[in-house]
């Protein structure tokens, strides 16, 4: 035993010292850090996009207009809600469904609750100067004035050349080379790219779908022609669709004699629904953010342990080829046994490993600590939910068991090889294997005790990735306990088929060996 401590101690020594290895540590919240920066710079800093609005019918272009104005009054929104998270005296925002106390509060649980009812109750109180009388009570002293977003969608003058009374294909064919970007469009003193281009045909009311008529064929042109070459960004023209809609069907209210505000105001009563937690104590069943961020917190910790095995792989498939192609290992073995030489190696590798999990949670911690802002306090008191979950011991059961089952294999085909490359050859089976539990997560986190779930969670290669996967919706008992000790089993005989295999390949030198000559080997008496 003691000389598997001086191994261990020994191979985690070497992996400490290596510039790779504080590379591989720094790197990761590095990439976290400068993401986190990037994303919140993209989400402040979207481009203005200038548009030309052509409406040849002459009755929605004011509903367009609002459209635009109300997707400008919304990113508003959205941004009073972060300024009030960052500079609000009391910064206590719980993760459950109490009631809020405070008009800031109440204005950022409207938002989380029903966006678009908050918005029109905003727009009804009077936007954001009203808001900021309301909300200048609950702010810090120091608070910085809010600076709101800049406009998004500016109108363009449309270009004298296209006659807005021409066809719509004469129109399009006139406008095309600035929806391709070939010509800049004129914004006052400024050119820009056109973005986008809303043509209302003069007989767009032709196309209105009512109840019981049969509606235009898919592939067909139809009602209102958005044209922009930006397919992903589809908030502009949601905003025009939901406007013009509610242009056309107020007018419907209005030929019907219907009171179209009576209408309105019965679309947004609404009743709520509380979720439940039958397996909860009394009079804590109802679930809260905090709950349903826990159902999907074992996705990070089958990612922790996925990144964390690959790293130790890594580590010791060189480790073991390099020894074996300097005659290192000749060496040791002349001291040690292939066993305790094994054994010294696997824990030495794993502490590496502990040591890069523990130096990432360390600047994930440090990181959230020092830069205050709204996210890292939503993400602190997250992980607070996490680490006081009981999913803590199954990540550590799950992270030690597959780490065992797997690091036997890598370093039993380690030991055959003599190169890198012949390893990756020979390691990549195993890699596709563990993929598939990756692949699978977002599916078991929605219906974890699924019957094809359940049986592959018996499966010993996948049981740690897919029993971490299923950790926090109590999977049955007979799983929790079958499995564990089938993954236990497999362990055992993956650690005691390795050792004969690093024991019979160590010293071995030449080709890998095909599976009917390895299948010898292991037969073979030591």
Avoid at 140 to 168: G, H, K, L, N, Y
Avoid at 355 to 366: E, K, M, N
């Amino acid at each position: 035993m003691n000389m598997i401590r001086l191994i261990a101690w020994r191979e985690y020594m070497e992996n400490v010292r290596t510039k790779g290895f504080w590379v591989t540590i720094l790197i990761f919240p590095l990439i976290f850090i400068v993401m986190y920066f990037l994303m919140s710079a993209l989400s402040r800093a979207t481009p203005t996009r200038y548009y030309i609005l052509i409406d040849q019918s002459g009755e929605y272009e004011q509903a367009v207009e609002t459209a635009i104005a109300r997707e400008h009054q919304r990113r508003i929104l959205q941004s009073f809600v972060t300024y009030l998270l960052d500079n609000r005296k009391q910064s206590d925002l719980e993760l459950t469904t109490a009631n809020a106390n405070t008009a800031a509060d109440r204005l950022i649980d409207d938002v989380d609750a029903d966006e678009v009812s908050a918005l029109t109750e905003w727009l009804d109180s009077g936007g954001l100067e009203f808001a900021l009388i309301m909300a200048s009570p609950y702010l810090v002293a120091d608070a910085p004035p809010f600076e709101p977003p800049s406009r998004q969608f500016i109108a363009a003058s449309i270009p004298d050349e296209v006659d807005t009374s021409a066809s719509t294909d004469d129109i399009i064919a006139a406008l095309r080379p600035y929806l391709r970007g070939d010509r800049q469009i004129s914004v006052g003193d400024e050119t820009g790219t056109l973005f986008a281009l809303i043509l209302i045909p003069q007989n767009v009311d032709l196309d209105i779908s009512r109840p019981g008529t049969t509606p235009a064929p898919p592939d067909t042109v139809a009602g209102i022609q958005y044209w922009a070459r930006n397919l992903t960004d589809s908030r502009l023209p949601d905003a025009i669709e939901r406007s013009i809609n509610t242009e056309i069907r107020g007018r419907e209210y209005d030929r019907l004699g219907v009171d179209g505000q009576v209408v309105r105001n019965v679309q947004r009563t609404r009743l709520p629904l509380s979720q439940l937690d039958p397996t909860a104590e009394p009079g804590e069943e109802a679930v809260s953010l905090a709950d349903t961020f826990r159902q999907f917190a074992p996705i990070g910790f089958v990612y922790l342990i996925f990144v964390s095995l690959m790293q130790n792989v890594q580590y010791l498939l060189s480790n073991t080829i390099e020894e074996k192609s300097n005659r290192i290992i000749e060496v040791l073995l002349a001291s040690v046994t292939a066993g305790e030489l094994m054994m010294g190696k696997l824990l030495g590798i794993g502490m590496s490993g502990l040591t890069t999990i523990g130096a990432w949670l360390l600047s994930f911690y440090l990181f959230i600590s020092l830069y205050n802002s709204s996210q890292t306090e939503f993400i602190s008191q997250m992980l607070e939910v996490v680490f006081g979950s009981e999913l803590i011991p199954w990540f550590i059961f799950y992270y030690f068991a597959g780490y065992a089952l797997y690091s036997g294999v890598f370093l039993a085909i380690g030991s055959l090889c003599n190169t890198l490359k012949e390893a990756q050859a020979m390691m990549m089976p195993m890699i596709l294997i563990q993929i598939v539990p990756i692949a699978m997560m977002a599916f078991v986190v929605l219906d974890p005790n699924n019957s094809i779930v359940r049986v592959m969670s018996w499966f010993p290669l996948f049981t740690p990735y897919l029993m971490m996967n299923r950790a926090a919706a109590n999977p049955p008992l007979v799983d929790v306990i079958g499995t564990t000790i089938v993954l236990l089993v497999s362990i055992a005989l993956v650690l005691w088929l390795s050792g004969k295999v690093f024991k019979l390949g160590v010293l071995r030198t030449g080709q890998p060996p095909k599976i009917l000559e390895l299948w010898r080997l292991l037969r073979s008496k030591p």
